[in-house]
Antibody, heavy 120, light 107 residues
């Protein structure tokens, strides 16, 4: 059974850096073909894909945010992380971590999401 | 980036009704379309991928069709638990993009 859960700050001040952690179980990020990633969803809007990281440490980012994003993994702890620099109020959203469907670049299992508010 | 549009933006239907939601892409994305269902306060749930493939555990009343730039999600008999918002997503090319959503409520 695959499960994922996000953790991190709920409130971030403008210009600060956001770091989120996803703790997962039910799969291994060292297995061939496995990938995970992040998406976000501003209140009342559609989801937005942010980044993928794959079993071989290949990474993919949304080009519109690439300069601000870093995705990493810690396979020994069954965790992966997202860092987003220079946070702005428009970055207020629910952030989801998720598992990639094998063989396709989309998410089949999602965490419950964590609401991050950017405000001073 | 590939732009995704959906129609209608919202609909109201009765249980047992057949419901159809349309998604259009700004370029050919065959067959790299997925459909998700999201209830308020919950994460999206994958229903269909590769335009027509039902995700494991998803009821057979859901089906997908289409090719090129035009795709459809059909609910053959709407159930009370099907309320919420439905999103299409293209995974043909980066960045992967979602449609704006179709909100379904039960009459």
């Amino acid at each position: 059974q695959i499960t994922l859960k996000e953790s991190g700050p709920t409130l971030v001040e403008p210009t600060q850096t956001l770091t989120l952690t996803c703790n997962f179980s039910g799969f291994s990020l060292t297995s061939y073909g496995v990938g995970v990633g992040w998406a976000r969803q501003p209140p009342g809007k559609a989801p937005e894909w942010l980044a993928f990281i794959y079993w071989d440490d290949e990474k993919r980012y949304n080009p519109s945010l690439q300069s601000r994003l870093t995705i990493t993994k810690d396979t020994s702890k069954n965790q992966f992380h997202l860092t987003m620099t220079n946070m702005d109020p428009v970055d207020t959203a629910t952030y989801f971590c998720a598992h990639r469907l094998r063989g396709a670049d989309l998410f089949d299992y999602w965490g419950q999401g964590t609401l991050v508010t950017v405000s001073s | 980036a590939i732009r995704m549009t959906q129609s209608p933006s919202s609909l109201s239907a009765s249980t047992g009704d057949r419901v159809t939601i349309t998604c259009r892409a700004s370029q050919d994305i065959t067959p790299y379309v997925a459909w998700y269902h999201q209830k308020p306060g919950k994460a999206p749930k994958l229903l269909i991928y590769a335009a027509t493939t039902l995700q494991s555990g998803v009821p057979s009343r859901f089906s997908g069709s289409g090719s090129g730039t035009d795709f459809t999600l059909t609910l053959s008999s709407l159930q009370s638990e099907d309320f919420g918002t439905y999103y299409c997503q293209q995974y043909h090319s980066y960045p992967f993009t979602f449609g704006p959503g179709t909100t379904v409520d039960i009459k």
